[in-house]
């Protein structure tokens, strides 16, 4: 996985330090195969995992710092936007709750969906990003001879809810 720990999330997008990593993992997890693998494909993820294990040797490797970076700027905001409706709820034996304090109320529905929108679109922005990335450092190979992924980067907004 790209984001490994809570402090890359909170890298991608505002969470709280004390969130537990296993609560997001899920959604991370979702993101990446159903968003960011479905656009540079598995090969290429599969290749950016390895990078970060260190298991490809990284000699000065900027390209793919570079798309890490931006596939980690997509994954994390959708991964939270994913999460968002279950997030703000618990489930157990006293069945849907949320939690109450004296010195914080939930937010209200209209402030949820307004972070759950932007975090949507700041993660479909950044893999809009990731795919100009890989076009402008496309060799054509894989191309069909036109030098990029797309035709045009705008396809990438017909692709997206």
């Known amino acids: 996985m790209l984001i490994a720990n809570i402090e890359d999330l909170r890298r991608t997008i505002k969470v709280n330090a004390t ?13 990446t ?4 693998q ?3 494909g ?14 490809v040797p990284a000699a000065d490797n900027v390209p793919m710092d570079e798309l890490l970076e931006l596939c980690k700027q997509a994954i994390g905001p959708l991964a939270v936007a994913l999460g968002t409706d279950e997030l703000s709820i618990m489930i157990g034996d006293s069945g849907h709750t949320v939690s109450k304090s004296d010195t914080k109320t939930p937010a209200s529905d209209a402030k949820i969906l307004l972070a759950k929108e932007s975090a949507l679109k700041r993660g479909f922005d950044a893999i809009e ?7 402008e450092n496309s060799d054509g190979k894989n191309s069909g001879g036109t030098g990029q ?10 692709c997206v809810p």
């Open 38 to 40: 479905r656009y540079i």
């Open 149 to 158: 992924l797309m035709a045009l980067p705008e396809e990438f907004n017909l």
């Open 42 to 55: 598995k090969p290429l993820y599969l290749s950016m995992v390895y990078y970060v294990k260190g298991d």
């Open 33 to 36: 195969e159903h968003y960011l």
């Open 129 to 135: 990003r990731v795919i100009v990335f890989l076009e």
């Open 19 to 31: 969130l537990p990593f296993e609560t997001v993992e899920p959604y991370l997890q979702y993101a």
